[in-house]
T-cell receptor, first 115, second 119 residues
Framework: AQKVTQAQTEISVVEKEDVTLDCVYE???????LFWYKQPPSGELVFLIR??????QNEISGRYSWNFQKSTSSFNFTITASQVVDSAVYFC????????????FGGGTRVLVKP | GAVVSQHPSRVICKSGTSVKIECRSL??????MFWYRQFPKKSLMLMAT?????????EQGVEKDKFLINHASLTLSTLTVTSAHPEDSSFYIC???????????????FGQGTRLTVV
C-alpha cells in the first residue's frame, strides 16, 4: 500500500519569510509520480509540480523550489520570500504507475502568511 | 492546459433529496474520471473511478447506491448523491484523465469542485 505523510498540519509565517513543507511517501513501486497541489480558500486544486521517480533533480520555479530525495522518500517544497497570496493548503500526492491516475494525497499543510 | 468544468460549484439541498454533480472535460476526451471527497480541513479521499461506458469502481467503504456515478460519454461523468443527509455535506471534486496524454499516463486535470450542503 502507498502512503503520503505531511507531518506539518499548519505553518504560520510572516511575509517574506521562507517556509518549507515536508512530504514523506511510502511505496513499493519503482515507478511512481509525486505531485504538489495548492488549494486556496476557493477550493480548486492548483497543480504546482509533477516529478517522476527516476528524476531526482531538484527544481526551482520562481519562488518555489522542490527537493526530491529517494534515499529518504521525501519530496519537500519550499516557498521563498512568502507572500500573503501563498496562504493556502498544500497537498503532496503520489501516483503509482500501476494504479493509473489514482492519487493518494497527504493530509495537507495549511500555510498562513501574515502581512 | 486542459479544462475540466464541474457544475454546480455550490449547492444546498434539503435532506432526503438527490443532487447531481456534473464533470465535463471541455477540450479533451477523458476515458477515466475520478471522484474525490474532502471533508472540512481534511485531505481528499478517492471515492470512485469511472470509465466511459462501464460501471464505476468504488473504493472500500463508499456506498454504491448512495453515490451513483455515470460516465456516459468521453467528456461527461456525473455523480448523484441520492437521498442526501447532512453527513453527506462535503466538498466533491472530479478529475479527468486525458485519453491521449502528451506527457504520459499521468495527465489528469481537476474540476473546480462542488461544495454540497445538506440541510
Amino acid at each position: 500500500a502507498q502512503k503520503v505523510t505531511q507531518a506539518q498540519t499548519e505553518i504560520s509565517v510572516v511575509e517574506k519569510e521562507d517556509v518549507t513543507l515536508d512530504c514523506v511517501y511510502e511505496t513499493r513501486d519503482t515507478t511512481y509520480y509525486l505531485f504538489w497541489y495548492k488549494q486556496p480558500p476557493s477550493g480548486e486544486l492548483v497543480f504546482l509540480i509533477r516529478r517522476n521517480s527516476f528524476d531526482e533533480q531538484n527544481e526551482i520555479s520562481g519562488r518555489y523550489s522542490w527537493n526530491f530525495q529517494k534515499s529518504t522518500s521525501s519530496f519537500n517544497f519550499t516557498i521563498t520570500a512568502s507572500q500573503v497570496v501563498d496562504s493556502a493548503v498544500y497537498f503532496c500526492a503520489l501516483v503509482r504507475k500501476a494504479a493509473g491516475n489514482k492519487l493518494t494525497f497527504g493530509g495537507g499543510t495549511r500555510v498562513l502568511v501574515k502581512p | 492546459g486542459a479544462v475540466v468544468s464541474q457544475h454546480p460549484s455550490r449547492v444546498i439541498c434539503k435532506s432526503g433529496t438527490s443532487v447531481k454533480i456534473e464533470c465535463r472535460s471541455l477540450d479533451f476526451q477523458a476515458t477515466t474520471m475520478f471522484w474525490y471527497r474532502q471533508f472540512p480541513k481534511k485531505s481528499l479521499m478517492l471515492m470512485a473511478t469511472s470509465n466511459e461506458g462501464s460501471k464505476a469502481t468504488y473504493e472500500q467503504g463508499v456506498e454504491k447506491d448512495k453515490f451513483l456515478i455515470n460516465h456516459a460519454s468521453l467528456t461527461l461523468s456525473t455523480l448523484t448523491v441520492t437521498s442526501a443527509h447532512p453527513e453527506d455535506s462535503s466538498f466533491y471534486i472530479c478529475s479527468a484523465r486525458v485519453r491521449f496524454p502528451v506527457r504520459g499516463f499521468t495527465e489528469a486535470f481537476f474540476g473546480q469542485g462542488t461544495r454540497l450542503t445538506v440541510v
